[in-house]
């Protein structure tokens, strides 16, 4: 089932946190399903390289990722999200997620980045392995991933 | 330090196959993904591995510094006129064209064959600035056909462009002479104007590592591989595996070596223009240009045997003593130049490589500061204060393509840079020439 999109950018703190890492950027996510956690997963990723509030919701970019382990799956969406940031300038203000046990579909909506309008926050060069993490726990579903810029 | 995640880094690295000798920290070590940053591991060039973790997403990030004939007093008055003419002159790379734009996928192939070679051919550079560049400014070996078409796309807009996070180009003067002989040697004196810019391989060397290190990943217990951390991912140099991300490392070594190269000519044109002076009185020449992200095929002594090593360097300068056949003859008796930037509040620092880096270090000295301070905590410490404005006041003017880019390097987010250095010349792998103190700081 897609999940439903509610998120605004004041919501941003409560999707995602930033702890401590001295050389880069590491982020943990906490959601109550997959699905969600994958979702926000690729709206922190667009709050990381702009300030998302300035985002419209004007097109929309379907991006699908196959892998066998959760971990990978993390990885390989954020990969492609951020190549279609770097590759096509396109930028996202919110996802949505269709799951499956070994993919994901995933239609991120939003607009081609325009310089004088979305304030651009810094690069990030790439989602590293480094503790990359992706469990399901009673509290429900947990990620933290190490991104570098 | 005790408790810092780079110390089991280190260890995890002396986890990989055929490694020759110690897993070494320089003194700026800090928390990095693989590797710590700082870290130098030298492995068997036939026994050994290559691990993509070892080089880093941004491959041939590094350093180069070229000096001028102005002296300080004489720049003074123009600096904002100095710094807004780089500013412009300089592209950050997202949402704005690169200085060449829109480059086919073949004339980026020429590029990443040839590196700094490009840069000659299309007049950007003289032979003088390849001499002066480590390997020439262009690895061999360097395959294009190992380069993904999304590499090249992330690529194609960004030959000339500095990129955002720690990269930079600093304007600064040689405020202390630690070696007057060093110093003339290698053209500095006190009060002279240099350019220093710290820049990488931009997209396309971040796509590169990205993609072998899948395939990498994947490969790795085809060869019975296991390592403490994913992102550590080696296989075989002598593998299938291995030779195509070599091949795929030069060539974005190359891209990276053919982009300071192409700055250093738009940072040229901005001074001939903001201070209307001639080409001669400006006398724009590069001292050297190093990089700190790279693993390089080198001979070493080791137990009193020559030994051909691949030696990974993840932010760390390669530091190679007087007298080395790597260096031009110009160099030679001088030892090859270690460039250390600091931070933009307080100064950076040309050093040279001594003979015990060759035994010690296997030719590697620090490259950098180190960061002390996570961004996210340099961002909540910098708060609502106008660090621009306190920059100025230290007499450093900055112009920033982004907000963060500041806050994030605010100076104290670093050591000091001296006792790095202090570090580096006690242990006597290098020795101290010069030091240069920021006036103007353009920010990606």
Same mark, same amino acid.
Request: net charge negative; proline share 4%.
């Given at each position: 089932m897609?999940?439903?999109?509610t998120?605004t950018?004041?919501?941003?703190d409560?999707?995602?946190r930033?702890f401590?890492?001295?050389?880069?950027?590491g982020?943990?996510l906490?959601?109550p399903?997959?699905?969600e956690?994958f979702?926000?997963?690729a709206?922190?990723?667009a709050?990381?390289?702009?300030?998302?509030?300035?985002?419209?919701?004007?097109?929309q970019r379907?991006?699908a990722v196959?892998a066998?382990?959760?971990l990978?799956?993390?990885h390989?969406l954020?990969?492609?999200?951020l190549?279609?940031?770097?590759?096509e300038?396109?930028?996202w203000r919110?996802a949505?997620?269709?799951?499956?046990?070994?993919s994901?579909?995933?239609t991120?909506?939003?607009?081609?980045f325009?310089?004088?309008?979305h304030?651009?926050?810094?690069?990030?060069k790439?989602?590293?392995?480094?503790?990359l993490?992706?469990?399901n726990?009673?509290?429900?579903?947990?990620?933290?991933?190490?991104?570098?810029v | 330090?005790? $408790?810092?995640?780079?110390l089991t880094?280190?260890?995890n690295v002396a986890?990989l196959p055929?490694i020759?000798?110690y897993?070494l920290?320089m003194?700026?070590?800090?928390?990095?993904?693989?590797?710590?940053?700082? +870290?130098v591991?030298?492995?068997?060039?036939?026994? /050994?591995? !290559?691990?993509?973790g070892g080089v /880093?997403?941004d491959?041939n990030?590094?350093?180069r510094l070229?000096?001028?004939n102005?002296?300080?007093n004489s720049?003074?008055?123009k600096i $904002?006129?100095?710094a807004d003419?780089l500013?412009?002159?300089?592209?950050a +790379?997202?949402g704005s064209? /690169?200085?060449i734009?829109g480059?086919?996928?073949?004339?980026?192939k020429?590029?990443?064959r040839?590196?700094a070679k490009?840069?000659?051919?299309?007049?950007?550079?003289?032979?003088?600035?390849?001499e002066h560049?480590?390997?020439?400014g262009?690895?061999?070996?360097?395959?294009?056909?190992?380069?993904?078409?999304?590499?090249?796309?992330r690529?194609?807009k960004?030959l000339?462009?500095? +990129?955002?996070?720690n990269?930079? @180009?600093?304007?600064?003067?040689?405020?202390e002479?630690?070696?007057?002989?060093?110093a003339d040697a290698?053209?500095?004196?006190?009060?002279?104007?240099t350019i %220093? !810019?710290?820049?990488?391989?931009r997209g396309?060397g971040?796509?590169?590592?990205?993609d072998?290190?899948?395939?990498?990943?994947?490969a790795?217990a085809?060869?019975g591989i296991?390592l403490?951390?994913?992102?550590?991912?080696?296989?075989?140099?002598?593998?299938?595996?291995g030779?195509a991300?070599l091949?795929?490392?030069?060539?974005a070594a190359?891209?990276?070596?053919?982009?300071?190269?192409?700055?250093m000519h738009l940072?040229?044109?901005?001074?001939?223009?903001?201070?209307?002076?001639?080409?001669?009185e400006?006398?724009?020449?590069l001292?050297?240009?190093?990089?700190?992200n790279?693993?390089?095929f =080198?001979?070493h002594?080791?137990d009193g045997?020559?030994?051909?090593v691949?030696v990974?360097?993840?932010?760390?300068?390669?530091?190679?003593?007087?007298?080395?056949?790597?260096l031009p003859?110009?160099?030679?008796?001088v +030892?090859?130049?270690?460039?250390?930037?600091?931070?933009?509040?307080?100064y950076?620092f040309?050093?040279?490589?001594?003979?015990?880096?060759?035994?010690e270090t296997?030719g590697?000295?620090?490259?950098?500061?180190?960061?002390l %301070?996570?961004?996210?905590k340099a961002?909540r410490?910098? /708060?609502?204060?106008? @660090?621009?404005?306190?920059l100025?006041?230290?007499g450093?003017?900055?112009?920033?393509?982004?907000r963060?880019?500041?806050a994030? =390097?605010m100076?104290?987010?670093?050591k000091?840079?001296?006792?790095?250095?202090?570090?580096?010349?006690?242990?006597?792998?290098?020795r101290?020439?010069?030091r @240069?103190k920021?006036?103007a700081?353009i920010?990606g």
């Amino acid at each position: 089932m897609p999940t439903k999109p509610t998120t605004t950018q004041t919501e941003d703190d409560a999707l995602f946190r930033e702890f401590e890492h001295t050389g880069d950027i590491g982020i943990e996510l906490t959601a109550p399903t997959r699905a969600e956690l994958f979702r926000r997963a690729a709206i922190a990723l667009a709050a990381l390289l702009v300030e998302r509030a300035s985002v419209a919701e004007i097109e929309q970019r379907e991006i699908a990722v196959e892998a066998d382990a959760d971990l990978d799956l993390m990885h390989d969406l954020l990969g492609e999200l951020l190549a279609l940031f770097t590759v096509e300038g396109f930028i996202w203000r919110d996802a949505s997620v269709e799951e499956a046990d070994r993919s994901l579909r995933v239609t991120v909506r939003g607009e081609p980045f325009d310089p004088g309008r979305h304030e651009f926050r810094g690069e990030i060069k790439a989602v590293t392995y480094h503790q990359l993490m992706v469990e399901n726990s009673l509290d429900g579903w947990r990620s933290r991933i190490i991104f570098d810029v | 330090m005790r $408790d810092d995640p780079a110390l089991t880094q280190v260890a995890n690295v002396a986890c990989l196959p055929g490694i020759v000798g110690y897993s070494l920290a320089m003194p700026d070590i800090h928390w990095g993904y693989g590797f710590p940053i700082g +870290g130098v591991a030298a492995v068997d060039a036939h026994e /050994g591995v !290559i691990s993509p973790g070892g080089v /880093g997403y941004d491959i041939n990030c590094g350093v180069r510094l070229a000096r001028t004939n102005l002296h300080f007093n004489s720049v003074e008055p123009k600096i $904002d006129r100095l710094a807004d003419a780089l500013f412009n002159k300089i592209p950050a +790379g997202v949402g704005s064209w /690169g200085a060449i734009p829109g480059l086919s996928i073949g004339q980026l192939k020429d590029v990443v064959r040839d590196g700094a070679k490009w840069a000659l051919r299309n007049g950007y550079a003289t032979e003088r600035d390849l001499e002066h560049t480590e390997e020439g400014g262009r690895l061999p070996g360097a395959d294009p056909d190992r380069i993904s078409e999304r590499a090249y796309q992330r690529g194609s807009k960004q030959l000339g462009t500095l +990129g955002s996070g720690n990269h930079f @180009l600093e304007v600064g003067r040689v405020d202390e002479i630690y070696d007057s002989k060093l110093a003339d040697a290698l053209g500095l004196e006190l009060d002279q104007v240099t350019i %220093m !810019i710290h820049s990488g391989s931009r997209g396309l060397g971040h796509q590169t590592c990205d993609d072998h290190l899948k395939v990498i990943l994947g490969a790795m217990a085809r060869y019975g591989i296991s390592l403490p951390d994913r992102q550590l991912a080696a296989v075989p140099i002598s593998s299938a595996e291995g030779q195509a991300y070599l091949a795929a490392m030069a060539a974005a070594a190359n891209f990276a070596w053919c982009n300071r190269q192409v700055m250093m000519h738009l940072a040229e044109q901005a001074f001939l223009e903001a201070l209307s002076i001639t080409p001669k009185e400006l006398n724009f020449e590069l001292v050297y240009d190093v990089c700190h992200n790279i693993a390089k095929f =080198e001979e070493h002594t080791v137990d009193g045997h020559k030994r051909l090593v691949c030696v990974h360097r993840k932010g760390a300068t390669r530091a190679f003593g007087p007298g080395h056949a790597a260096l031009p003859e110009a160099l030679r008796p001088v +030892g090859q130049p270690v460039l250390i930037p600091g931070d933009m509040g307080r100064y950076s620092f040309v050093l040279v490589g001594l003979e015990t880096a060759m035994r010690e270090t296997f030719g590697s000295s620090c490259h950098g500061a180190g960061r002390l %301070m996570s961004r996210t905590k340099a961002k909540r410490e910098v /708060g609502g204060r106008d @660090l621009r404005a306190e920059l100025k006041a230290l007499g450093v003017t900055v112009r920033a393509h982004t907000r963060a880019g500041i806050a994030e =390097e605010m100076p104290h987010a670093y050591k000091d840079v001296a006792e790095v250095v202090e570090v580096m010349e006690a242990a006597r792998v290098t020795r101290r020439v010069a030091r @240069l103190k920021p006036f103007a700081v353009i920010k990606g």
